[in-house]
């Protein structure tokens, strides 16, 4: 099943459900050390202890839908549970629908509530950096257990922190096992460590331009987000952050004593050490690359400072780098009015409607369709004006909200 996103205007449990199944798969996030994975330490773990804190043995699916967007390019809820173990772990989950097979007596197929954990991680509570578990699109269906500890679908008893019940009061439901709350995060949390930092404007490089917080590269094996502080004597101090392990490792360095643009610094492994030798960009200064050694064997890396873009600001009488063409994408409108269908605001009976969604479809090389109609309609009304949208061969659907007359 690909990967849903969700409209956040609609209320109705039935919308909600319903639109989660019907919109086009997004890109997936580049791998880096983006917000999500660098919430780590005292950060994350003093979530569950706040005074003001929000814990809840569950969450409706209409709650979860009403959930901000806190994380730069996630879309989905984002929430904080405490687990059996003490561990505390971070998940961005959506609800959505999935088919079901036609059992006999049924002339279609049936579609069942189901929660997506779209991305979690679990860390561990003696270190508060280092994760015990993570995974991505894990699919919970109704009673279905999970152990955020393990990292695992497990059977009732065996140690799950949450479950899915589509049932339960209310409507379909993210419920807390045991002692597990859970923490819906309403707001970006503030994340402690070194400040992303602004190198200086001036013609001459200095030292601390260095300082800040970078995205780390080298021969595309290794990444992670990079930590540099610089003191007056131009001494490097601060920490890498793998992006494959979540490890936490101190670096040490200097920066040249003839030459404030280069930096010389090692990432301290438990059975090894990593050297760079670096030269910082002196335009922007926001971008350091050379070589790094490890084991004897040399490669090169690339660090680019958080929040800024590698691409400079196109030179006076040229032009900006070319983007990568895109398909353009034709959008029709459709709706209801009263046993009518509508399309771009024409009214028309269904085979009207068939013959024009159709020849729309074939006549542009892309399209899609939004489907506007008051929250009040049936639920049996729109899930036949999505059959009849789909039969035309228009796959991307969006669902959204018009205000009742």
């Known amino acids: 099943m690909s990967s849903l996103t969700r409209p956040r205007e609609l209320r109705s449990l039935a919308w909600i459900v319903l639109s989660t199944a019907l919109l086009a798969t997004l890109a997936f996030r580049p791998a880096r050390a ?16 706040r005074p003001d804190g929000k814990g809840v043995p569950a969450l409706s699916i209409r709650a979860i839908e009403a959930m901000p967007e806190v994380l730069s390019g996630e879309r989905s809820a984002f929430l904080v549970v405490e687990t059996d173990e003490g561990n505390v772990a971070k998940l961005l989950v959506s609800p959505a629908l999935r088919p079901r097979p036609a059992v006999e007596g049924q002339s279609e197929r049936q579609v069942v509530p189901i ?24 699919v ?10 393990s990292g695992q679908v497990v059977p009732p008893g065996f140690g799950g922190d949450i479950r899915f019940e589509s049932k339960a009061k209310g409507g379909p439901a ?13 707001r970006l949390i503030k994340m402690a460590g070194v400040e992303t930092g602004r190198p200086s404007t001036g013609l001459k490089v200095l030292p601390t331009d260095f300082n800040g917080r970078y995205t780390l590269v080298a021969n595309g094996q290794l990444a992670g987000a990079l930590e540099l502080s610089i003191g007056e004597d131009g001494t490097v101090s601060g ?8 490890g936490q490792y101190p670096v040490t360095g200097k920066i040249a004593a003839d030459r404030a643009r280069r930096i010389e610094f090692e990432i301290r492994f438990p059975r ?3 050297s ?22 040399e490669y090169s890396f690339l660090a680019v400072r958080e929040g800024f873009p590698i691409y400079p600001e196109p030179i006076e009488g040229t032009a ?33 409607m068939s013959r024009a969604l159709s020849a729309a479809i074939s006549s542009r090389s892309a399209s899609e369709a939004l489907i506007r109609v008051p929250p009040s309609t049936p639920f049996e009304k729109v899930q036949a004006l999505v059959r009849l949208v789909r039969r035309s061969g228009i796959e991307t659907i969006r669902l959204g909200e018009v205000k009742e007359p």
């Open 239 to 246: 920490q890498f952050r793998s992006d494959r392990n979540g």
């Open 174 to 186: 993210l419920v807390g096992l045991g002692a597990s709350r859970l923490y819906p995060i309403d």
């Open 320 to 352: 900006p780098p070319r983007a990568p063409s895109v398909a353009k994408t034709t959008t029709l409108v459709v709706g209801l009015a009263g046993d009518r269908y509508t399309l771009d605001g024409a009214e028309k009976s269904a085979d009207e």
């Open 276 to 297: 760079f030798d670096g030269l910082l960009w002196t335009e922007e200064r926001n971008v350091f690359a050379g070589t790094t050694r490890l084991l004897e064997h």
């Open 115 to 138: 929660l997506s954990l779209d991305r979690f991680e679990t860390i561990d509570r003696g270190d508060r950096v280092a994760r015990k578990a993570r995974g991505r699109d894990v």
């Open 34 to 49: 983006d917000e999500f994975s660098r919430l780590v330490g005292p950060s994350l773990f003093e979530i569950p202890r």
């Open 272 to 274: 090894s050490r990593q």
């Open 140 to 149: 919970l269906f109704d009673g279905f257990d999970f152990d955020l500890d």
